[in-house]
C-alpha cells in the first residue's frame, strides 16, 4: 500500500527500494505472496502462501507496471479461488493459506503460540459466522476485476463475480 500511494502522490525515491523488499515475499513455485517470511527456496515447507496478500501484490505490482508478475499472480488467485474444497457455497469455509503443494492450511499446530493466535482467524472464512475478517475475500475478488480491465482476459471478471 505504502508503494501505490508513494507512486500515486510522485514519490518516486525509495520506490526501487520498497518493490525490493516486497519481492522477497514473492514465492516463485505458487506464483504467490507468503506471509511471515521471505521465499525459501532450500525448505519449502516453511513457505505459507497467502490469497489475500497475493491480491495485494498483484495490484502493487499492477501498478508498478509489472505485468507479467501482476497476470502470475491473478492467474494464482483464480487457481485458487476455483479449487476452494466447498467452492462457494453456502456453509462452505474459504480458506486463505496455502503451501506450496497447493494444501490448505486448516489450523496451526500449535494453537498455544502466541505468535499463530492473531493469525487464526486470517485463515479461513467460515461462510456462516459473524465477525470475520470478510475483506479478505472483498480485496481479491477487487484485485481480478481491476485486472481484468486491464488485460479484458474474461477468467478474471468471472471469478471475481
Not at 11 to 34: E, H, V
Not at 128 to 156: C, E, F, H
Amino acid at each position: 500500500w505504502i508503494i501505490q500511494a508513494a507512486i500515486r502522490i510522485g514519490r518516486f525515491d525509495f520506490i526501487q527500494k520498497a518493490q525490493k523488499f516486497i519481492y522477497k515475499y514473492y514465492n516463485p513455485t505458487t506464483n504467490a505472496c507468503l506471509v511471515k517470511k521471505p521465499y525459501n527456496s532450500s525448505n519449502p515447507s516453511l513457505n505459507e502462501n497467502c490469497i489475500f496478500n497475493t491480491a495485494a501484490m498483484g495490484l502493487t505490482t499492477l501498478y508498478l507496471g509489472d505485468i507479467d508478475k501482476a497476470t502470475k499472480l491473478g492467474d494464482t488467485l483464480v487457481e485458487r479461488i476455483e479449487s476452494q474444497p466447498g467452492g462457494l457455497e453456502k456453509g462452505s469455509t474459504f480458506y486463505l493459506r496455502f503451501k506450496d503443494d497447493g494444501e490448505y492450511i486448516r489450523e496451526y499446530a500449535d494453537k498455544t503460540d502466541c505468535a499463530e493466535c492473531p493469525t487464526m482467524n486470517l485463515l479461513r472464512i467460515d461462510s456462516g459466522r459473524v465477525k470475520q475478517s470478510w475483506w479478505a475475500m472483498g480485496y481479491p475478488a477487487a484485485y481480478l476485476a481491476i485486472l481484468y480491465k486491464y488485460t479484458k482476459d474474461n477468467k478474471y471478471l468471472k471469478v471475481s463475480e
